[in-house]
C-alpha cells in the first residue's frame, strides 16, 4: 500500500519496525520533548522526524483563535444577510421603477450600504488584532 503526497509522487508505506528501551530518566525527558512538540498522540512520528532531523511545526489549540474564527464567522454572516437585502433592493428599484417608491428603496440602499461598509471595517479590524498571533 502507499501514500501519495500533495504532488502526486508516490511514497512507500512504512515497513520497518524498531524497539527501545528507555530508563526512567529517559522515559521522562522524551515524555517531555512529545509534550513541547505537541505530538503526545504520535510518538512514532516524532521519533522519524527526530532521527532524521526533519522539521516539524507544533500547533496548539487555543481558545483566543476559536473565539476569533467565531466572531469573524459571524461577521461574514451578518455580511451575507445584508448583502443579500441590498441585492434585493436593488433587484426592486429595477424592476419596479417608480417615482414613489425610488425613493424609499434608495434610503434603504443606502442604509444597507450603511452596514456594509461598518461591517467591512469591523472585520478589517478584527483581522489586523489577530494578525501577529493567526500568522496570518
Known amino acids: 500500500m502507499t501514500r501519495q503526497r500533495k504532488c ?31 505530538l503526545e498522540h504520535n510518538r512514532s512520528r516524532f521519533i522519524v522526524k527526530r ?7 507544533v500547533i496548539r489549540r487555543d481558545p483566543s483563535k476559536a473565539e476569533f474564527l467565531a466572531r469573524l464567522n459571524d ?38 450600504t450603511r452596514e456594509l461598509k461598518a461591517l467591512s471595517v469591523e472585520i478589517l479590524n478584527l483581522t489586523k488584532q489577530a494578525e501577529g498571533w493567526l500568522r496570518i
Open 8 to 38: 502526486n509522487t508516490q511514497i512507500p508505506a512504512p515497513s520497518y519496525k524498531y524497539s527501545f528501551r528507555l530508563n526512567e530518566e529517559q522515559e521522562i525527558r522524551f515524555r517531555q520533548m512529545l509534550a513541547a512538540a505537541g
Open 51 to 57: 532521527l532524521f532531523a526533519e522539521r516539524f511545526e
Open 75 to 112: 461577521l461574514y454572516f451578518q455580511f451575507q444577510r445584508v448583502g443579500h437585502n441590498y441585492n434585493q433592493v436593488v433587484r426592486a428599484i429595477n424592476s419596479h421603477f417608480s417615482n414613489v417608491s425610488i425613493p424609499r428603496q434608495i434610503a434603504a440602499l443606502e442604509q444597507h
